[in-house]
């Protein structure tokens, strides 16, 4: 024990007596280092922010997305599916055993003007089950209710993205709004939901569904553009997902092996699509990350090549006074591991410094994995011994006779 104490202070001696060079060596695996931690805090935060925004979708939905699909022979207008319609929600509601609720939305980008300002909005029409589903819930003001949906009034919830787009710090309860040529009344609104994987779901205006089909796109009759429903619990989804599709393809008339006019999807597929985005990226990073420090490995072998000849002779000297070759190598492995954990050191510092800086920008937090950091300082160590052990070895088996005459 006494021995490898002596050894490592020798090693921190050497590099601490060429300290330009052993900083200079050391960058290499600095760079390698903090590239495989960043890329470990930037993975994790991206999924954590992934998972909070497909939660933010709803709970446990299952989406039942409209899309063309001809019945049979080549496709046109005439034999065209009919798409998605209030009736069909109806039937799932009904239906569908493992469903809890159902609800249906259209939408369209509209230009939206106020008394104080204007801008492109989506204008959504959606029926009273819609909050449920989605989990939006009202700030202030309340939701339209069962007579205006019926009566087809115009009336709206905003959501706060188009809240401050159309009027900036005032509140809007009780203020009106133009679509188009018609004017709604704001009633309320609504607590912000955040950014989805594929839309600002703050930047909206919610109108009930007759009124959105009579006022706003007057032209799809009771079709809709999306159906969603929302499995009782989340070991319900597959079956949910299964008795929807049962049930549309009963309504629609569309036989086994033909296209259908509707496509289904849930958190869960969406959830391991974007696992699957990530996986790709991270390998990618990764390899990049592992280039660095095999070139910074490299580089440590050199310079530790270079340190045995500038020390031919101090090696004779010592194995003259008595030094064993295994005393000898073990001095330049842990200069080699000391110079590349200094490195992964100070790439995990450097690390956390860049996240610091970019946390505002990047919008989301990075999470600093403790077994990230686990695994650079291994890294960093296992780099040290397999680039070091040659040096190390062609010191250990220098001819001490032939070393202390080396100039």
Do not use: C
């Not at 202070?9 to 960043?38: D, F, K, N």
């Not at 809709?224 to 619990?233: I, P």
């Not at 989804?237 to 033909?258: F, T």
């Not at 800086?357 to 990075?366: R, V």
């Amino acid at each position: 024990m006494k021995a490898l104490r002596t050894a490592l202070e020798m090693a921190i001696l050497s590099l601490v007596r060429q300290r330009l060079r052993s900083l200079l060596t050391s960058v290499g695996i600095l760079i390698g280092v903090a590239a495989v931690v960043l890329v470990a805090a930037l993975g994790s935060g991206a999924r954590s922010e992934i998972d909070r925004q497909i939660q933010s979708l709803g709970s446990n939905v299952v989406f039942i997305f409209s899309q063309p699909a001809a019945k049979s022979g080549a496709k046109s207008r005439a034999n065209m599916g009919m798409g998605l319609t209030e009736r069909d929600a109806e039937a799932i509601r009904r239906e569908a055993t493992a469903v809890s609720a159902v609800t249906v939305y259209s939408e369209v980008n509209a230009q939206v003007v106020s008394e104080t300002g204007n801008g492109k909005i989506g204008v959504m029409g959606v029926d009273e089950n819609y909050f449920e589903v989605r989990g939006y819930e009202v700030a202030t003001g309340r939701r339209f209710n069962e007579s205006e949906a019926q009566t087809k009034a115009k009336v709206a919830l905003i959501a706060p993205t188009a809240q401050e787009k159309l009027f900036g710090s005032l509140d809007p309860v009780g203020r009106w709004v133009r679509v188009g040529k018609h004017p709604f009344l704001i009633i309320g609104t609504l607590r912000s939901k955040g950014q989805s994987p594929f839309e600002d779901q703050d930047d909206r205006l919610l109108i009930p569904i007759g009124t959105w089909r009579s006022r706003v796109v007057p032209t799809l009759g009771d079709r809709v553009q999306l159906v969603m429903a929302s499995a009782k619990t989340a070991e319900h989804s597959s079956e949910a997902e299964r008795q929807v599709k049962q049930i549309l393809m009963q309504r629609h008339q569309i036989a086994e092996g033909e296209e259908p006019d509707f496509r289904i999807g849930t958190q869960q597929e969406f959830q391991r699509m974007q696992e699957g985005i990530f996986t790709v990226l991270t390998v990618l990073l990764l390899s990049v990350a592992a280039i660095s420090l095999l070139v910074g490995g490299v580089g440590v072998m050199n310079i530790m090549l270079v340190g045995v000849t500038e020390r031919t002779r101090e090696i004779g000297i010592r194995m003259a006074i008595g030094a064993k070759p295994g005393q000898i190598q073990v001095q330049f492995l842990l200069e080699s591991v000391a110079l590349t954990l200094f490195g992964g050191v100070a790439g995990i510092l450097v690390a956390t410094l860049l996240m610091l800086a970019f946390a505002d920008d990047l919008g989301f937090p990075m999470q600093l994995n403790p077994a990230a950091i686990g695994v650079a300082v291994a890294t960093s160590v296992f780099i040290g011994l397999v680039f070091g052990f040659w040096p190390a070895r062609r010191a250990a088996h220098l001819d001490p006779i032939e070393a202390l005459r080396h100039e």
